[in-house]
């Protein structure tokens, strides 16, 4: 490191040795002013206690800013600012980590709510309402359908539904209507704009329609063996599309197995 101690008082001596030069050669020049009767020059001297100040404040400056108690200051400063930030960011780091493991936690048991029972099942139809059920349950859907096409038949047949009052469903065949699209594309959709009367809600207090309409495929080796229509007021966000990809990948392997039998 180097000993910045030892150069400040080198320093000092160097400007002494100038200020004692300066002062001699001013005396000289006004020595020799004096004595060839010289007027009108009092610039010069002007000058010179200019050049003095700037070079003493430049001085001053340097100096104070090579302390080396001041600069291990800042150096400390430095370090705990660095510090309480790293320990900021890491704090910070820990509660993100905190809050997406109690989200797994949450969606976990999502999860299993939705599939209870499920296993037990011994028929489509009975495993189709039973998921609806679920799904109502614990997201909030308010109204749903689930078809389900068997090996070697073209159509996709209503094999399930929940709460519904005037609509029927229609078989479909896969590329036909909204949700024959979603069998086609394998790929889960949301609608926001749902046509006229095709979902809704009748009770005592009276009609509503829903606003939303989830559109969702069961995939089992790469071929659609289901769809599912849901109807919610509430639009679906992350945490539902990724509680039903886990619980459909489930129910497609059960479902196979019924299929299959």
């Known amino acids: 490191m180097i000993n910045l101690s030892k150069y400040r008082k080198l320093s000092i001596l160097a400007v002494i040795l100038l200020l004692v030069t300066w002062l001699l050669t001013l005396a000289a020049i006004w020595n020799s002013l004096l004595a060839n009767g010289m007027k009108n020059n009092g ?37 705990e600012s660095g510090k309480a930030e790293i320990q900021q960011e890491s704090e910070r780091n820990r509660q993100a980590e905190n809050e997406v493991n109690a989200a797994l936690e949450d969606s976990q048991k999502v999860i299993d709510s939705i599939l209870a029972g499920i296993p037990a099942v011994r028929s489509e139809g009975g495993l189709c309402n039973k998921l609806l059920v679920n799904l109502s349950r614990e997201l909030g859907f308010v109204q749903g ?17 929940y709460a519904l009052t005037e609509r029927k469903p229609e078989p479909f ?24 009367n095709y979902f809704r809600i009748s009770s005592g207090l009276g009609t509503a329609q829903p606003r ?31 509680v039903m990809d886990k619980v459909l990948s489930e129910v497609g392997q059960k479902l196979n197995k019924l299929l299959t039998v």
Request: proline letters at 5%.
């Open 43 to 79: 610039w010069l001297i002007f000058f010179m206690i200019s050049l003095a100040i700037t070079g003493l404040g430049l001085f001053y400056i340097a100096f104070i800013h090579t302390d080396s108690g001041q600069i291990e200051k800042i150096r400390k400063e430095a370090y």
């Open 145 to 161: 359908v689930m078809y389900i096409k068997k090996s070697g038949d073209a159509l996709f047949n209503p094999a399930g539904e």
């Open 173 to 196: 065949k896969s590329g036909e209507g909204l949700p024959g699209q979603t069998a086609m594309n394998k790929t889960m959709s949301v609608l926001y704009d749902i046509p006229e």
């Open 212 to 242: 939303y309409l989830l559109l969702i495929p069961v995939v089992f080796n790469d071929e659609s063996i289901a769809v599912l229509e849901l109807a919610a007021f509430k639009k679906p966000d992350d945490f539902i599309a990724g």
